[in-house]
């Protein structure tokens, strides 16, 4: 079978095994679920997968009051009703009032797109249930008009998940699945170097010590991610820091550590001793 393969892009550095998943979705035609933790890159996989393949992205994200039928189309009642006493429209054209969702807007899309659906389990336990035919046929009814929308091509659906709610087995069923693993050391440099492409070794593996450090805290409510470990490189670059400067103390630690309450059980546990004097920064 030929179809066009993923190898990562000049933003985004995957592992072998995530490249590897990723063909396999696309290769099969089924919608790939990503989980991992936050910060390990899972939304904007998609976004790289776009760019790679010189696809469009097209974005639905879920709240916890959006409903399956939304990612189809909108029925505009409320526009239709105020055009009817107030507008010189023709309301009797019920066409003129349905806007296609998301999904509507990749299945009627002349070339292939990538859709990420995004946080899939903050919506209500059925919307993923209610997504299964429209998934497995790749069309839909419209029954206002009486028309049936289907795909002109199968788009590539990237579905993430945070693990909030346990996901229908007849849903997982229809997809691939992938957990993203949290980087090591090795993959984390990479990963790094995209970003912050001149920074020196030295402050580099420092940096990446003390964040590795704080993640085998056992008593953190939030650990550190990938995102806040490249903000707060950043930010260590632009003060001017050296790898002097990581010695006893984490400069800037809000930037990595986010609540309250982890905070000041660091500080009160001497074998952490050297996050005390952070604050002065």
């Known amino acids: 079978m030929n179809f066009e393969k ?56 879920i709240k916890s009051t959006t409903k399956a039928k939304d990612g189809l189309y909108i029925y505009d009642t409320v526009q239709r009703l105020y055009d009817s006493r107030f507008g010189d429209k023709d309301v009797s054209n019920i066409k003129n009032y349905i806007r296609l969702g998301k999904l509507g807007e990749a299945f009627t899309s002349d070339e292939q797109v990538v859709l990420l659906i995004d946080e899939i389990d903050k919506a209500d336990i059925e919307f993923p249930n209610d997504l299964l035919n429209e998934l497995d046929e790749m069309s839909f009814h419209i029954m206002e008009t009486d028309e049936i929308i289907k795909a002109k091509h199968r788009p590539i659906v990237i579905i993430t998940s945070n693990a909030e709610k346990e996901l229908p087995d007849a849903f997982l069923r229809r997809c691939i699945f992938h957990y993203i693993e949290f980087p090591d050391p090795e993959l984390m440099e990479k990963i790094i170097y995209v970003h912050h492409p001149n920074i020196k070794k030295t402050l580099l593996w420092n940096a990446m010590d003390k964040f590795y450090e704080l993640r085998k805290v056992p008593y953190l409510r939030k650990k550190p991610s990938t995102s806040e470990l490249i903000d707060w490189l950043g930010v260590l670059i632009k003060a001017g820091l050296t790898e002097k400067d990581l010695k006893e103390n984490v400069p800037f630690i809000g930037t990595l550590i986010k609540k309250e309450q982890d905070l000041e059980n660091l500080a009160k546990r001497s074998s952490y001793s050297f996050l005390k004097s952070s604050s002065s920064y």
Not at 8 to 35: C, F, H, M, T, W
Not at 40 to 55: E, N, Q, V
């Open 6 to 61: 993923y190898f990562g892009s000049d933003d985004y550095i995957v592992s072998e095994q995530l490249k590897n998943i990723v063909n396999v979705a696309i290769a099969l035609e089924r919608p790939l679920l990503i989980r991992g933790e936050p910060g390990t890159g899972k939304t904007l996989l998609a976004h790289s997968i776009a760019k790679a393949l010189g696809k469009r992205l097209i974005v639905w994200n």
